[in-house]
Each structure stands twice: as C-alpha cells, then as structure tokens.
C-alpha cells in the first residue's frame, strides 16, 4: 500500500504564503512525477505544477512566477511554496504521484486525501 500525506494548509490573507508538504510512504520502489492540483467549491479539480524524477517542473500559467514546486527524492516528498496569494487561489490542493511498487511492475497514480488553503482577509 502506498500513502500520500498533504500538510501545511490554512488561512492566509491576500498577498501571504504558504508551504504545502506531501509525503509518500509505503511499498515503493520508485517515484516517477509528483504534483499538485486543486479544486475550488464547484469546480473541476485543476493542475496546479508537477516535477518529474529529474526535477524538471510545468506549472500552470496563472501559477508561474507565484508558486515553486521542489522534490526531495531522498524523502519521497514533494513542497510547494505559494506566494503573492489572492483569494482566487482557495481551494483544497491535492498531491498526486506516480509510483512504481516493484520492481518490473507499471507505474499507479495515487492522491492524497487534500488539504484547504483558505485566502481570505
């Protein structure tokens, strides 16, 4: 079994930042990409930035420039720093990874169970 824990979520006023934390654990041999996505009250659930097992990086466009998605391999855990935060950005932010279990087996997306960012005066 694989697990995916998201922490570091909260209310934050307009123009604050936050650092979300994601870990995996469990049966892995390797972990391909790591990513965050979000999903705001009545809405589909959006990218938000991936990293690849190489550290290159993709981020959606309203993200760029604001939010920074970083990976310590060695951890099995993915960050993600949001700065500038407007109240658009509210949302629960999932992590979701592709991980190999064993070796010589494919690859499965797992998700965390998702945390609230809340920005708000």
């Known amino acids: 079994q694989v697990q995916l824990v998201e922490s570091g979520g909260g209310l934050v006023q307009p123009g604050g930042s936050l650092r979300l934390s994601c870990t995996a654990s469990?049966?892995?041999?390797?972990?391909?990409?790591m990513g965050w996505y979000r999903q705001a009250s009545g809405k589909q659930r959006d990218l938000v930035a991936v990293?690849?097992?190489?550290?290159?990086?993709n981020y959606a466009d309203s993200m760029k420039g604001r939010f920074t998605i970083s990976r310590d391999t060695a951890q099995n855990t993915t960050y993600l720093q949001m700065n500038s935060l407007k109240p658009e950005d509210t949302a629960v932010y999932y992590c979701?990874?592709?991980?190999?279990?064993?070796?010589?087996?494919?690859?499965?997306?797992?998700w965390g169970q998702g945390t609230q960012v809340t920005v708000s005066v």
């Open positions: 979701e990874a592709s991980i190999v279990g064993r070796a010589g087996y494919g690859a499965q997306s797992y």
């Open positions: 990293i690849s097992s190489g550290g290159g990086t």
């Open positions: 469990g049966n892995i041999f390797r972990i391909n990409h």
